[in-house]
């Protein structure tokens, strides 16, 4: 089987499963916030952003690492592969265990510090759902490094499914928000258990051991995970801080608004995600096999591709905004409009960095994405003390997009030194791509005064689509037999 076609059926497996987590995700996001007040949906997630923030400490980029080294390692040594799995998963399990202990521990301490004292039972069952998030993010990234994109799909099926389940039945049961949390973790308990039984099954049992681990293997997957780790932990910084500074400083209504129009943004993010997930071993493969331009030309035209779609996205969501608020998550969320107006310009880069930054690590250059990121998540820190006191919880937002923004354009620069990017021809097609969003945006603008409900809505969306279609056809840059062939 040709690369392409390699790439394209296990895009297709990773696509579906996005489609059907983001589908998923978003039922649950909505309903929830119909089912819940402003409040409880607050405490919700913030309570989610402690655990996402424990959870660096939980991992400390150990299942990274190992998906690194069992790349590399299945075509040149297979007999190293379960000493890799043997060793990873028990650091990671004492990992989990330490970090579990000391939430539950803590957990009255660390909602008094956050100001919040009713977020006290809302961690104790977080801890649950962080130990159960951890093995299933293990299972993914394990999977990925074998390339097993479609069982990996399966995890994050599992996912999507248990969460509208799970988390909206425990609410409907009379367990309110807190049940929702529950909810969460039983879904990542079901996806963990799958992922693992496969991950023991299909390879660890299958692979015949060498008589002892390469000697130096351990510590070089210890110094790898290293970078990966600072890197997790920047992530947090910029994807979770934030969330625990808005319910600091302001109250958790104000952090219902900024997860509402963040989890607008993960649900655009679907396309992008897949894409990412797919062919990032792909760099790393290729560049091990001397096709460094073939792996460029991968790249350039995921790019290009990514760009194509989440620009005029992106656009399109400034301009909706009001409605789309109102109409699905009520008038009680109204706020939420200029955050995710300013958000909107962070699904372009999240598009961009989901085929940079795993495609970073797996090239070994994960020492230069964390200390770009580390800088930046500092950064980030800052201005978020400074601006959420100042001008609210867009001031969050703000700060997110220009920190982001930085670190974009550095990870793009330090791909563009592997791969030596044609810049002409990413320059050219950027240039069609932003002429394409301001015709579109200016179609969108004129018809906005239509919009009375979810029909009216549903016809503009549909016109600027097909704006965008047929621009995109006429510039070149959209193949539609490509996309058929590529999707049956």
């Not at 060793?87 to 100001?115: F, K, P, Y």
């Not at 810049?423 to 969108?444: D, E, F, R």
Request: with cysteine; proline share 3%; aromatic share 10%.
């Amino acid at each position: 089987m040709s690369l392409v076609s390699s790439i394209g059926n296990r895009f297709r497996a990773e696509f579906l499963a996005q489609i059907i987590h983001a589908v998923c995700s978003a039922l649950t996001v909505v309903i929830l916030a119909r089912l819940l007040d402003p409040n409880g949906y607050g405490l919700l997630f913030l309570a989610i952003a402690v655990v996402e923030i424990s959870k660096m400490f939980a991992k400390l980029g150990v299942p990274e690492s190992a998906a690194r080294y069992i790349a590399e390692y299945k075509e040149d040594n297979p007999t190293q592969l379960p000493h890799i799995l043997r060793t990873s998963s028990i650091l990671l399990l004492v990992l989990v265990a330490s970090v579990a202990t000391v939430m539950t521990v803590g957990h009255e301490l660390i909602a008094n510090r956050l100001d919040e004292p009713e977020l006290a039972p809302f961690l104790l069952v977080g801890v649950v759902y962080l130990i159960f998030n951890v093995l299933t993010g293990y299972a993914r990234s394990i999977l990925q490094a074998f390339e097993a994109i479609q069982l990996a799909s399966v995890v994050k099926i599992i996912q999507g499914v248990g969460k509208v389940v799970f988390a909206i039945g425990l609410v409907l049961a009379g367990f309110g928000a807190i049940g929702a949390l529950g909810g969460y973790a039983l879904r990542s308990f079901l996806a963990a258990l799958f992922g693992l039984v496969v991950i023991y099954l299909l390879y660890y049992r299958t692979f015949e051991a060498a008589a002892e681990m390469e000697h130096g293997l351990k510590r070089r997957m210890a110094e790898y995970s290293v970078p990966l780790m600072l890197t997790q932990a920047a992530k947090q910084l910029d994807s979770r801080v934030d969330t625990l500074l808005v319910g600091f400083f302001l109250n958790p209504a104000a952090v219902s608004f900024y997860a509402v129009s963040n989890q607008i943004i993960d649900f655009l993010q679907t396309p992008a995600a897949a894409l990412g997930f797919t062919i990032s071993p792909t760099f790393g493969a290729e560049k091990a096999a001397g096709n460094v331009d073939g792996a460029a030309r991968l790249y350039e035209t995921s790019l290009v591709h990514s760009l194509l779609l989440y620009t005029p996205a992106a656009a399109g969501l400034v301009l909706v905004a009001d409605p789309l608020i109102e109409l699905v998550f009520g008038i009680e969320y109204i706020d939420a409009v200029p955050v995710l107006q300013v958000l909107s310009l962070y699904a372009v880069l999240i598009a961009v960095m989901d085929i940079t930054s795993h495609g970073l690590d797996f090239l070994g250059r994960a020492r230069a994405r964390a200390i770009v990121r580390g800088i930046t998540a500092v950064l980030n820190v800052g201005l978020n003390i400074v601006l959420i006191p100042t001008i609210g919880v867009v001031g969050a937002a703000i700060a997110t997009i220009t920190t982001f923004s930085l670190y974009t354009i550095a990870s793009v620069y330090i791909i563009h030194q592997e791969f030596d990017l044609r810049v002409p021809y990413l320059l050219k097609n950027t240039a069609t791509i932003v002429v394409i969003t301001g015709v579109m945006s200016t179609v969108v603008f004129l018809l906005l005064g239509y919009v009375q409900g979810w029909v009216t809505l549903l016809l503009v969306v549909a016109v600027g689509v097909i704006v965008w279609a047929v621009l995109s056809i006429l510039a070149g840059l959209l193949d539609v037999q490509r996309i058929v062939r590529a999707v049956t």
